[in-house]
């Protein structure tokens, strides 16, 4: 997950409407946690249950300062399900989670205020 920590930066370049529906960002439950001690920055490895027709999906998460794995099971958090995998070290990140940066440059994930089914689509 890489986060721009700078509440500053202008807004990215406009993009048409169709280019954001490309980007499919679902939502999900921890349905497994663990530490991740082969990162370089305090992460966690994440099984998300994204519902039937994207199923659970893997991703390493660099949450630990804010985190621990047990604070994560069972909670919703928001991720884009449609990014190609990607090698993180030993492990293959199959979902990119969503996070904000805190004034510190903790990471803080994304997820909705109240229980909506897996695999929700964001409208």
Avoid at 6 to 31: C, M
Avoid at 43 to 60: E, Y
Wanted: hydrophobic share 40%; charged share 25%.
């Amino acid at each position: 997950m890489h986060v721009d920590q700078n509440a500053q930066t202008p807004p990215a370049d406009e993009i048409a409407f169709d280019d954001f529906l490309k980007v499919d960002i679902r939502i999900g439950t921890v349905v497994k946690a663990e530490p991740f001690p082969k990162a370089r920055k305090p992460s966690l490895i994440l099984h998300i249950d994204f519902g039937p027709a994207v199923g659970v999906r893997k991703t390493s998460a660099q949450i630990a300062t804010l985190y621990t794995p047990e604070d994560l099971i069972g909670r919703q958090l928001a991720g884009v399900v449609n990014f190609p995998p990607r090698q993180i070290g030993p492990m293959k990140s199959e979902v990119l989670t969503l996070g904000f940066a805190d004034a510190e440059g903790r990471i803080t994930l994304f997820s909705p205020d109240h229980k909506v089914p897996d695999g929700a689509r964001l409208l």
